[in-house]
């Protein structure tokens, strides 16, 4: 079955860390771009991140929203088929819902992913004291 499985959400005080994982079933993720996105409560959903494929023109450059630039790093485990997002030093106001996309077809412009070929499911991150 073709999908991306996200993991790793959860509730941190400001300040701490989470690590946000997006495993990819029946296709090969570093072929593909990849974007992260978050959705806040009452908020349209908004780029967050995005990583060009290796295979890419721009070949596997990774691009961030001003928001979280510096905070925020997406990195690629080809072995395990996984793409993550290393979130530091949270805010409230990166409390949102987190989900992953991915396109072989896709690309970067900027921090924003044009992917829509897969998306994940979605995991909650909340940073509240």
């Known amino acids: 079955q073709l999908q991306l499985v996200e993991s790793g959400g959860g509730l941190v005080q400001p300040g701490g860390s989470l690590r946000l994982s997006c495993a990819a079933s029946?296709?090969?993720?570093?072929?593909?771009?990849i974007g992260w996105f978050r959705q806040a409560p009452g908020k349209e959903r908004e780029g967050v991140a995005c990583a060009s494929s290796s295979i890419s023109n721009s070949g596997n450059t990774t691009n961030y929203a001003d928001a979280v630039k510096g905070r925020f790093t997406i990195s690629r485990d080809n072995a395990k088929n996984t793409v993550y997002l290393q979130m530091n030093s949270l805010k409230p106001e990166d409390t949102a819902v987190y989900y992953c996309?991915?396109?072989?077809?896709?690309?970067?412009?900027?921090?924003?992913?044009?992917?829509?070929?897969?998306w994940g499911q979605g995991t909650q991150v909340t940073v509240s004291s």
């Open positions: 996309a991915a396109d072989d077809l896709g690309f970067c412009s900027a921090y924003v992913c044009y992917c829509n070929s897969y």
């Open positions: 029946g296709f090969t993720l570093d072929y593909y771009a």
